[in-house]
């Protein structure tokens, strides 16, 4: 958020599902470059992929409703 503090968004589907996709946004670059380090790694079970969004990005899509 615009204080700089993490925040996590999870994405939803039609029905209000979890869908896959979560919007994250980090206290500093360094945790974001830490953060970039799992792409294309799994956590667990589950395979992940990691896109860097600019702001305007990411309030576009958040309003939008896609995935969230």
Not at 26 to 55: Q, T, W
């Amino acid at each position: 958020d615009a204080l700089g503090e993490p925040t996590v968004v999870i994405g939803q589907d039609s029905l209000q599902r979890p869908s896959g996709e979560a919007f994250v946004t980090f206290a500093s670059v360094e945790d974001c470059e830490k953060g970039l380090r799992y792409h294309m790694k799994h956590l667990g079970r589950r395979y992940i992929e990691i896109f860097p969004l600019f702001n305007k990005e990411y309030y576009r899509k958040s309003r939008s409703g896609v995935g969230v």
